[in-house]
């Protein structure tokens, strides 16, 4: 069986000691530059191999290779940026002195003694116009709201608009099932309450913004537990967040 023979001059020791010679010779004539360099610039190049951060590496850089440097102004004048958009302060809740007064207005409210109830917690201020056979609040369908409702929402809406917090406006049922001509159920006739209650009180000055949410809740919130079909369950809340102020009416800001 024939041998195999070595690479020959195919092989890769040849380009080792190419290298070598290479570098040898890129030593020597970097050796013979240094040698023809003036005093000065022997000892600017022994500088920066000591200290090559230093600032005499700076004379290493010839003319036309020196990057370019550009000077940073400390006394920018900013311009003064202003919020286009002033928004009102809010008015401070002085919870105490508005539940007083609250009371107090509440008791000149047309049906106080049949129609009101109000009830206090660290959350809120509920103020509920509940139903009775005396003095009824809902009429027929197609009268959602007798004219009786209508003078204490009226009159509400005197008290409340000028309070610096957020309302909520709840509408109520009994348990006594409903049907609509469309198939609408209690729970759409205590939203529509509840949305009619909201216009009501808008039409006499509480400002749109101050009405944060309404909400429609059918027969799952009843005043009267043991009697679920009890009159007193159809009822009107208008809710005053005690925790949450009022800015203003966003008709103020945007100029709407």
Request: hydrophobic share 40%; proline share 7%.
């Amino acid at each position: 069986m024939a041998r195999k023979h070595g690479g020959g001059h195919h092989g890769g020791a040849w380009k080792v000691a190419y290298a070598d010679f290479i570098t040898a010779m890129m030593a020597f004539f970097l050796v013979m530059w240094v040698i023809g360099l003036n005093p000065n610039s022997k000892k600017v190049i022994e500088d920066f191999f000591k200290t090559p951060l230093s600032s005499t590496a700076d004379l290493l850089f010839f003319n036309g290779f020196k990057p370019k440097t550009y000077p940073v102004p400390f006394n920018v004048a900013w311009p003064n940026v202003t919020n286009p958009i002033s928004m009102p302060k809010p008015r401070p809740l002085k919870d105490a002195k508005n539940i007083a007064g609250l009371k107090t207005e509440l008791k000149s409210m047309p049906g106080y003694s049949t129609n009101v109830r109000m009830s206090i917690n660290e959350e809120e201020i509920r103020i509920d116009l509940v139903d009775n056979q005396q003095a009824s609040l809902f009429g027929t369908i197609n009268e959602r709201f007798t004219p009786h409702v209508k003078q204490m929402l009226t009159h509400l809406a005197g008290i409340v608009r000028d309070m610096p917090n957020r309302l909520a406006i709840e509408g109520h049922t009994n348990s006594v099932p409903y049907q609509g001509p469309n198939g609408e159920s209690n729970w759409e006739l205590s939203t529509e309450r509840a949305n009619m209650a909201r216009i009501l009180l808008e039409q006499n000055g509480v400002p749109k913004g101050q009405i944060m949410e309404i909400r429609g809740c059918a027969d799952q919130k009843l005043i009267e537990k043991l009697d679920p079909l009890s009159y007193a369950n159809r009822h009107i809340s208008v809710i005053v967040k005690r925790k949450v102020p009022f800015y203003g009416d966003a008709s103020e800001v945007f100029g709407e």
